[in-house]
């Protein structure tokens, strides 16, 4: 009888996400990526994303990979940390994000951890598959001589990994 009570009171889980952006590839490219006195001439960064909770705010892992060329050379960074989303609005996709990692310049011979905060919008378009994606950044490296700052504008794809 209690078997009955239960099943006839229960609600329906399921182990899949309402968001079909639950986990995300995306490529960017940096419109600006400045630091330092020096603004890069070419620069892009890829990040995955996933959900940690299922309703929101969404909040969940981003690791990202990224690399802008000066002049003088080209400096590459690895970073993970924490992206919290909004998803307010199934048009528009407000995120924020705090991640920290290693920054890595060849010709300067400098390997630094970093902490950057930021955060973007995602926006929907006529494709389930694709979103487009505008994001800014603000990055600390801890140097050891002296720490600076890098500011970062950016625009890219983003892709549903989940299906």
Same mark, same amino acid.
């Given at each position: ?7 006839g ?7 899949q ?5 639950f ?9 600006v990526y400045?630091?330092?006195?020096a ?5 892009a960064?890829f990040d ?8 929101v705010?969404?909040i ?22 924490? %992206?919290?989303?909004?998803n ?7 995120y ?6 290693l920054?890595h310049?060849?010709?300067c011979?400098?390997n630094?951890?970093?902490?950057q905060?930021?955060g973007g919008?995602?926006? %929907? ?6 979103r487009? %994606?505008v994001?800014?950044d603000?990055?600390?490296v ?9 500011? %970062? ?7 549903p990994l989940?299906?």
């Amino acid at each position: 009888m209690l078997a009955v009570v239960l099943i006839g009171f229960g609600s329906p889980a399921s182990a899949q996400s309402r968001d079909p952006y639950f986990s995300t590839f995306s490529a960017n490219y940096d419109v600006v990526y400045h630091e330092t006195g020096a603004t890069s001439n070419a620069g892009a960064h890829f990040d995955l994303a996933s959900t940690f909770k299922r309703d929101v705010p969404f909040i969940g892992p981003v690791g990202e990979f990224g690399f802008n060329h000066f002049d003088g050379g080209t400096v590459a960074s690895v970073m993970g940390g924490v %992206r919290v989303r909004a998803n307010t609005d199934y048009h528009v996709l407000p995120y924020v994000e705090l991640i920290l990692g290693l920054y890595h310049c060849g010709v300067c011979d400098i390997n630094d951890f970093a902490l950057q905060g930021g955060g973007g919008v995602d926006f %929907r378009t006529a494709s389930p598959n694709i979103r487009i %994606r505008v994001q800014f950044d603000v990055r600390h490296v801890f140097d050891a001589v002296s720490g600076f700052n890098a500011e %970062r504008f950016s625009a890219g794809i983003v892709l549903p990994l989940n299906k």
